[in-house]
């Protein structure tokens, strides 16, 4: 048994590189195709990100919101249930730090909590409704989390319009947060939020597979029906893997407002719920990979935006390399030949040692 389950999670990997290899040598071709300076192209694309502290840094503060999404994501797909309001739920978080931080006065380091505690809660109480009208009503949580997003992003628009805009502003922002709710910067760009991240995916993981509650997740995505006759309360235990990922989304979009930003200026989604999505799928829904596609995905990212400001090629080619990924990993029939051969094989090699 532990031999298959080591040899089904060698075989994820390898489809999940392979597939990171192909997507990334489909848009070095393109690049190619398009640029009349590949060469060059492909150096700012590849090589100049990992070169300069500049970049780096840049590459490390956009993770920091990502490892939150994806690490979210992993956690809401644990037991099968497709919950996709994540971009609302870190939308509501960093609105609800937001008022926080702009609409109530408390001294440094209490009000920063303050603030976090508000983004996580917020994001657990929206995580919490497409699940329960899936478990109570039968709703199917593609649609309800879909168009909880849409809500939220109206709500949030309408608070943020009547409640907090800065009148001083030029644009439809809020007032700038007090600098009691920010949290602590090492350098521009890296803030204590990447402690917390990083500390979450470690407890993540502690929790999954080193817990009782984390099994009881577990199994309830592999075998909801077994997970029953085990004993298993199964309606409980979806809603814990939810709530979970609800409110480390939510902390996310907190984390995110709290040391990367003056002050709440969305009008609209951000996009990191998705790439939350994007994340989980490369880390197989396992948090200590999280951060292996978070830092794959924010070096893609700042790499294209360089190439993009050096040569003649657009830095759509993210988008291409993004679509490729999610394609070939969600292809069952990807590598197929290579998977029975591999069970044949560790078959062969069991029945010898009997």
Not at 25 to 45: C, D, N
Not at 185 to 201: D, M, R, S, Y
Not at 252 to 269: D, I, K, P, T
């Amino acid at each position: 048994m532990k031999n298959k389950k080591r040899m089904m999670t060698w075989f994820e990997l390898l489809r999940t590189f392979l597939a990171v290899g192909i997507a990334v040598g489909f848009a070095v071709v393109i690049i190619f195709l398009v640029s009349g300076q590949p060469l060059e192209a492909m150096y700012k694309f590849f090589v100049t990100p990992l070169i300069s502290f500049r970049y780096l840094a840049n590459i490390i503060e956009l993770m920091t919101p990502l490892l939150f999404t994806g690490l979210a994501v992993t956690f809401i797909l644990q037991t099968k249930v497709y919950n996709l309001a994540v971009e609302g739920m870190f939308y509501a978080g960093g609105l609800a730090a937001a008022m926080a931080a702009t609409l109530i006065k408390m001294d440094s380091g209490l009000h920063a909590v303050l603030a976090l505690l508000a983004g996580l809660a917020a994001g657990a109480v929206i995580a919490f409704l497409p699940a329960i009208l899936k478990l109570k009503f039968e709703a199917n949580e593609i649609v309800s989390s879909l168009m909880l997003n849409y809500i939220l992003f109206y709500i949030g628009d309408f608070i943020l319009k009547t409640y907090m805009k800065d009148p001083k502003s030029t644009h439809v922002a809020s007032l700038k947060f007090a600098e009691t709710a920010r949290l602590f910067e090492f350098t521009k760009g890296i803030h204590f939020g990447l402690v917390i991240a990083v500390v979450l995916i470690v407890a993540a993981w502690l929790f999954l597979y080193r817990t009782r509650w984390g099994y009881a997740l577990r199994m309830c995505g592999e075998n909801k029906n077994f997970a029953q006759y085990s004993g298993i309360g199964v309606m409980g235990t979806i809603l814990l893997s939810q709530m979970i990922g609800g409110a480390i989304a939510g902390l996310g979009g907190a984390v995110y407002m709290m040391g990367s930003q003056q002050r709440f200026n969305w009008e609209w989604r951000s996009g990191y719920g998705w790439d939350g999505l994007i994340i989980a799928i490369i880390a197989r829904n396992n948090p200590k990979l999280v951060p292996i596609g978070a830092f794959l995905l924010a070096y893609l990212r700042i790499g294209s935006d360089i190439m993009s400001r050096g040569t003649d090629v657009q830095n759509e080619v993210v988008s291409i390399i993004q679509g490729v990924i999610i394609i070939l990993i969600a292809a069952t029939g990807f590598l197929s030949d290579y998977k029975k051969k591999l069970t044949v094989k560790m078959i062969r090699s069991a029945a010898k040692e009997d």
